[in-house]
């Protein structure tokens, strides 16, 4: 989710544009059955099938299709039989998972996992425009996103006594817009928030005054799209949609529990935004765990240090904060490495940095940290089962 401190791809269009144009005929064009939530009025579990339905035919014939397709696919959980202690409903408690731009549900797995073993029923929602191709988000608008929000809580507050959202980045700011708009939502988990992204976003959809000559120039970027679980493509309407979100947000107070995870090394949006919205959370459970390589001493904040340097790592990143380093596909010994920022203008550093066997540093992707030396952006989190505990003890707290 390249919002800020992305690196400048305008060399990528102008170099390699008779190239992208060919690409741009495939996944880089809308698929025409995803720019809309089109699960309103489904119970949930038929908006899942119909969803992995479509997802599966997306992308027929492509390699490891079911993998694709079951990262891709919303999902529910059901907590042990011990906990379902409803009033009148099958449950107590139950949390609505949201992830971020360009990403899918597979980022909140471990997330999820981790509800469902403190008692909670689970279900996690799939943007629309997300889980098909990247095209699919150039006529994408965010109030769709929202009815996909609306739609889960609604399906989740059928069940449970006790609502509450979790998000993602992207999925973080559009759990606080349902929540400023829902009563029933009882408390918030927040995981790198896109509360604030450049400006510049505002301006992003210009492109279509003259994109429909030379179609590349509604891209950030044009990329392999490697990644089983994500974009790596980033067109200018997804950032323009996005910062309509964050301007959508309330500037009032938060009476409900919230519970918050964040990076002072964030290159894809402004943790500063973090900060002030947590000072605006006011309940006395609410807590920030603050990532970063200078101290911070606040109450409600529990600082960690993000550079651990036995491991290489610099410093946290956006990417990171979800992911236990036991991941098979973004952990220390995941199948996935990020190495986008070299791209397009050093693709000798990008090969280098994905061998297996490159010795590399981790962190965000900042001109700072890059100037240690090859550099993969941090997809895991070191202090995960850290966080987990925090959490853990958030919820015990719970009124």
Known sequence: MPYQGAHDNRGLLREYDGAMMEILGLRHRPSGVNAHFAGEGLPFDEYVRRTQAMLRQLHEGRNEQEKIVAGNTPFELHPAEDYRKGHGKPYRRGVLLTHGLIDSPYHLRHLAAFFQRNGFRVMAILLPGHGTQPGDLLDMRWQEWAKAVAYGADCLAAEVDELYLAGFSAGAALSVLQASRDERVRGLFLFSPAFEITSRAKWANLHRLYSWLRPAAAWVSVLQDRDTYKYESFCKNAAAQMYAVTQALPKSEVPIPVFA???????????????????????????????????????????????????????????????????????????????LHYLPHDEKSYVACRRRD??????????????????????????????????????????
């Open 261 to 339: 995870v964040a990076s002072a090394d964030d290159a894809t949006v402004n943790p500063d935004a973090t900060l002030s919205f947590m000072q605006r959370a006011q309940h006395p459970c609410s807590k920030l765990v603050w990532y970063a390589t200078e101290r911070m001493d606040r109450q409600n904040v529990e600082w960690v240090n993000s550079a651990v340097p036995e491991q290489h790592i610099l410093s946290s990143a956006h990417t990171a904060i979800v992911m236990p380093p036991e991941d098979g596909h973004y952990g220390v010994n995941g199948e996935y490495a990020n190495c």
């Open 358 to 399: 490159a010795e590399v540093w981790y962190g965000e992707d900042s001109e700072r940290n890059l100037q240690r030396g090859l550099l993969r952006r941090l997809m895991y989190n070191p202090h995960y089962a850290a966080m987990e505990t925090s959490m853990q003890r958030f919820i015990e707290r719970l009124p």
